[in-house]
């Protein structure tokens, strides 16, 4: 059956955005956001991040404030290894790197749409059909790139994307799926996601037409922030490749609540700490934790 019009649809009428120039081609190649090393940390593993003066808005500043306060107030239960005082840092520090995740999305969607040239919705439903499913697995990625489908046919599942956005210049729009990519996600997950996204990108242009929204081109994309996710290079984009692709200073907001995030942390992390090593004394005496030599 045809999808139309779709629950996620905004309005009844068709949008048509307005006309622009279509934008130059940009680099594909991946760059990664250095982290402070230490013995075990991966080396040469991405740019220097800059130090900048980005001027979050004070919602998102407060978000920021939101994760580091959330996660000190958890209430954790002790692992039978590390003991109450290890697993509260251990909590503290898992919360906010998860809770990381989802900052980065706001920061990026904050500055789309707050600068007029793009419309961005959030968690929007997109059924995806048989037929887009049969293509997927008889296709090949070249193949797929130059191919449109009808959103026609029974559903063979609903997803839901993480951010529709809408360049209102070009009329091009991008399917988005958000990944902040500190580490290497696993193969299950990469493949799941990687299969949505290429059902996005072939069923894209009609799926958005449901929504009232008639587009030039629809490109589905994974921005994997930092670059560690291990997903397909025809698909992702990190670092540096977000802010060119889409033109506005995006990596300079994920950088300013990242800052901010790590300024929190180190003012309220060794008070955490030394409550901790109070709990790893032993007869009244702290256990010194000896210096692992360097590896050369």
């Not at 081109?217 to 290079?233: C, E, K, N, T, W």
């Not at 698909?235 to 990242?258: K, N, Q």
């Not at 180190?266 to 004394?281: N, V």
Request: glycine residues 8%; contains cysteine.
């Amino acid at each position: 059956m045809t999808i139309i019009p779709h629950p996620a649809a905004q309005s009844s009428g068709r949008t048509r955005l307005p006309a622009g120039s279509d934008t130059a081609s940009r680099s594909t190649a991946s760059g990664r956001i250095a982290v402070p090393l230490g013995a075990g940390a991966a080396q040469n593993c991405g740019y220097e991040q800059t130090a900048n003066s980005f001027a979050c808005s004070p919602a998102l500043l407060a978000a920021a404030d939101l994760v580091v306060d959330q996660a000190l107030r958890n209430v954790f239960t002790p692992d039978p290894l590390l003991g109450p005082g290890l697993s509260q840092v251990a909590s503290v520090l898992s919360s906010v790197v998860k809770r990381h995740g989802t900052l980065l999305e706001a920061a990026f969607t904050d500055v789309l749409a707050n600068r007029g040239r793009y419309l961005v919705m959030r968690d929007v439903p997109m059924p995806i059909t048989v037929p887009t499913q049969e293509l997927i697995r008889n296709s090949s990625i070249s193949q797929l790139s130059q191919t449109a489908i009808d959103l026609s046919g029974d559903i063979a599942q609903t997803v839901k994307l993480d951010l529709v956005v809408i360049d209102r210049r070009t009329q091009n729009a991008f399917i988005i799926e958000m990944k902040r990519g500190g580490g290497k996600s696993e193969a299950r997950k990469v493949h799941q996601i990687e299969w949505i996204l290429r059902c996005a990108q072939v069923q894209g242009l009609a799926f958005l037409d449901t929504l009232g929204f008639h587009v030039a081109r629809v490109r589905a994309v994974l921005i994997d922030v930092y670059g560690r996710g291990g997903y397909s290079p025809d698909l992702s984009i990190s670092g540096r490749d977000i802010e060119r692709l889409f033109e506005e200073p995006v990596m300079a907001a994920i950088e300013a609540v990242t800052a901010r995030i790590t300024a929190r942390l180190r003012a309220d992390i060794p008070e955490l700490l030394a409550r901790t090593l109070g709990t790893l004394e032993v007869a009244g005496t702290v256990m010194p934790l000896q210096p692992r030599p360097m590896a050369r």
